[in-house]
Every structure is written in structure tokens, then in C-alpha cells.
């Protein structure tokens, strides 16, 4: 992972793949799929969804101990920087909390689009002291995850943010070598004992 923030915009071949990448991780989730790795290698994953989604109508926000991505990604993409409970694309490149989590927008029944999408650095998605069983549209039968990086609520602060279907959250964990696991709102998550 650099340290350095993105100076230009992603072309917009590179936007594609980002996209793709994300698309494939939340049709199918509880599978790693591979962010495109000189893109990996020239900007922190978790900014890569935002910084290839991003536009002009889409506020977005960046959970870091500076401003330095959310500068960047506001330069590079123009997008509004919006409170954490406003915007619809949201990086986090630090360590989250339950309660960020539950303050994500959610969007409403009529309106669930308007729903955010954060991207979560974690140091892997396999390892961690928690084993989650997930299962959902998508995801063939039942795949088993241990993510690293999350605090010890995520899964019952995630339940709460999906509680509302078809209103809710879409995740994404991203690992510092590019992994992208996707977990959309109709993913149903079971933490083992």
C-alpha cells in the first residue's frame, strides 16, 4: 500500500476494470476478486472503488486520520466531500467503528439506491478470530470468511444497517494487495462461535 495520494484521475480504462472488479464482488459474494494490481500499487485499494465510481452528483466520504484521500479523491473526481451519514461512497482507509457503521445511509424502501457503499481496508480476509458463515443470493450453497482488520461488532452493526430491505448497506472489504470481497445488503452473515 502507498502513502502517497493519486495525482490524476483514473483513466478511464482503469475506471472499467475498478468497476468490473467491484461488480463481480457483489454478484458474487464471499469470493476475492483482484482489483487491477499497477493500480493496486499506485494508490490505497480501499480508494479505488470510490475513485472509480465517483462523479459529480455523488457525495462521497474518505474514514482516514487526515484529509489527504479525500482531498485527492475530490480532485481527482470532482464529487462533493459529504458527512459520513451523507454520502454514498465511502472509503475507509483506517479502521472503522460499530458506530460508523449503523450511521451509513441507508437510502429508503422507495428509494434504495441512495444507499452507501464504503469500501473497508482490512489486512486480509482469511486469518482473523472471527469465522463468518455467508450465505445469499449469489453465493453458491454457504462460504466460510474470517476477515482481519474489523472491529469485533462489525457483523451485528452490518445487521442493523440491513435490517430495512431493500434499504441498506453494500460493503466491500478490501485487502492491501488488492482482494475485494463483496457483501451487498441481501448477504446474510452468521458469526461462528
Not at 493500480?39 to 479505488?48: E, G, K, Q, S
Not at 478470530?129 to 462460504?143: D, I, K
Not at 430495512?164 to 446474510?188: E, H, K
Request: charged share 20%.
Amino acid at each position: 500500500m502507498t502513502t502517497t495520494a493519486p495525482t490524476a484521475v483514473l483513466r478511464p480504462a482503469e475506471s472499467q476494470q475498478v468497476f468490473r472488479t467491484v461488480l463481480e464482488a457483489l454478484s458474487r459474494p464471499g469470493a476475492a476478486h483482484d482489483l487491477p494490481p499497477d493500480l493496486v500499487r499506485a494508490t490505497d485499494p480501499a480508494v479505488l472503488p470510490v475513485l472509480a465510481l465517483a462523479d459529480l452528483g455523488t457525495g462521497v466520504c474518505v474514514l482516514e486520520e487526515s484529509t489527504k484521500w479525500a482531498d485527492a479523491v475530490a480532485l481527482a473526481t470532482s464529487a462533493p466531500i459529504r458527512p459520513l451519514e451523507l454520502a454514498r461512497l465511502v472509503a475507509a482507509v483506517r479502521p472503522v467503528t460499530e458506530d460508523e457503521i449503523t450511521r451509513l445511509c441507508r437510502g429508503s424502501a422507495p428509494a434504495p439506491e441512495d444507499a452507501a457503499l464504503i469500501a473497508l481496508a482490512v489486512s486480509d480476509v482469511d486469518g482473523g478470530e472471527l469465522r463468518w458463515r455467508v450465505s445469499g443470493p449469489g453465493v453458491p450453497g454457504e462460504l466460510t470468511l474470517a476477515p482481519r482488520g474489523l472491529p469485533a461488532g462489525f457483523v451485528a452493526a452490518r445487521t442493523e444497517a440491513v435490517g430495512g430491505y431493500p434499504a441498506g448497506i453494500d460493503v466491500l472489504l478490501v485487502t492491501d494487495d488488492g482482494r475485494v470481497v463483496g457483501l451487498p445488503r441481501t448477504t446474510t452473515i452468521i458469526e461462528e462461535d
